[in-house]
């Protein structure tokens, strides 16, 4: 009908200019069926002139509200264990590591032979609102990141640049490029830019998990998680945490904790060590190793502390409290019923103690 018509025309007019509301909408009323005693068509006008306001309301907020919308990623927040981003990653290029820490998380990268960059490497720094990656000290280029601004430039002593850019209010991301072999003549200033950039803009910030094959009931006290790491890819050994003394001038011990494909077996010869069984599966504690490991279905589930010196310690001569420390976090470490399929291990949030 007319009415309709005029809707959609008007719809489409304001949605086109999002400038002249004024224009379009008295135009819109004007057209309007003259009220009639019916009550059917003054509910009628009464419809339309509510849909004319929200008409005007659309075309006051711009035509960016017909527009598909990027959401607003959440910041890196303490106490989340999990990745808040990954990379849609060029052909040819892997996966090093990833890790979360309480202020910030990371991810490496490194390209093949094959790759349009080849033998390169890349790492991804995201940090918690409220903390800066980089204070730049020159070449400053201003770029654009998905719609947000960011940086190319050098901080102190730093040769190559690195693009910077704020993910969120108050929240950074940094993107660094180079040679994989250290070795290497550095990049030009132009190379590394478009490296970076190109990086930076294969950035996805969406919740990621960071799988464990284990779970941790909880923590030994005076201890805070620092860290969870995935050493490779998602399915390759690697995965661990770390837990430091939430005192630092305790005398305790950091500890770090991981689930690799092994068994631990006592050598022959070998001083220092101490066998023992925790829940059936059978333990070496070694002073050599500084650690505690368990043989779980020829995995070794590993607490490994600081080595004691001399290197040949005996397990019986740790510091006061050590032994009892690591059979202590060992009696909380239970190792995932999954360790061949790491789609079924446990998230870091679900793994962890909160």
């Keep these: 009908m007319r009415t309709e018509a005029l809707l959609r025309e008007a719809m489409t007019d304001l949605a086109a200019t999002a400038r002249t509301p004024e224009a379009a909408l008295p135009r819109l009323l004007a057209s309007l069926p003259t009220p009639a005693s019916t009550a059917r068509r003054h509910r009628r006008r009464v419809l339309v002139v509510a849909l004319a306001a929200v008409l005007l309301v659309v075309a006051v907020a711009g035509p960016g509200l017909f527009r598909r919308q990027t959401a607003v990623p959440v910041g890196r927040v303490p106490g989340n264990w999990n990745l808040i981003h990954r990379v849609d990653l060029p052909a040819g290029w892997e996966v090093q590591q990833r890790a979360v820490s309480a202020g910030s998380e990371s991810s490496s990268y490194r390209s093949s032979t094959t790759a349009a960059t080849a033998d390169a490497q890349c790492t991804v720094e995201v940090l918690a609102a409220g903390r800066r990656a980089t204070i730049f000290t020159s070449r400053l280029v201003a770029l654009d990141v998905n719609g947000h601004v960011g940086t190319f430039g050098n901080a102190r002593d730093e040769q190559s640049g690195r693009v910077e850019w704020a993910y969120a209010d108050n929240s950074f991301a940094s ?18 830019q478009r490296v970076e950039l190109d990086f930076a803009r294969r950035v996805v910030f969406e919740p990621t998990p960071l799988r464990l094959p284990f779970q941790l009931d909880a ?97 019986s001569l740790w510091p006061a409290g050590r032994r009892e420390l690591l059979l202590e976090v060992a009696s909380h470490l239970r190792v995932t019923k999954h360790l061949d399929d790491p789609s079924r291990w446990p998230d870091a949030n679900v793994a962890l103690p909160r």
Excluded: F
Excluded at 175 to 192: L, N, R
């Design 175 to 192: 993107v660094s490029c180079g040679p994989a072999d250290q070795e290497a003549k550095p990049w030009s200033a132009t190379t590394t």
């Design 219 to 315: 923590l030994p006290a005076g201890y805070a998680i620092h860290d969870v790491v995935d050493a490779d890819d998602v399915g390759h050994p690697g995965q661990g945490i770390s837990l430091y003394p939430t005192d630092k001038s305790a005398n305790l011990p950091p500890m770090y904790i991981s689930v690799n494909p092994g068994t631990t077996e006592v050598k022959p010869g070998i001083p220092g060590q101490e066998t023992t069984t925790l829940d059936g599966r059978p333990a070496v504690l070694s002073a050599t190793e500084g650690s505690l490991c368990m043989d779980d279905r020829g995995y070794a589930a590993c607490i490994v502390t600081d080595r004691g010196e001399p290197a040949d310690l005996n397990v």
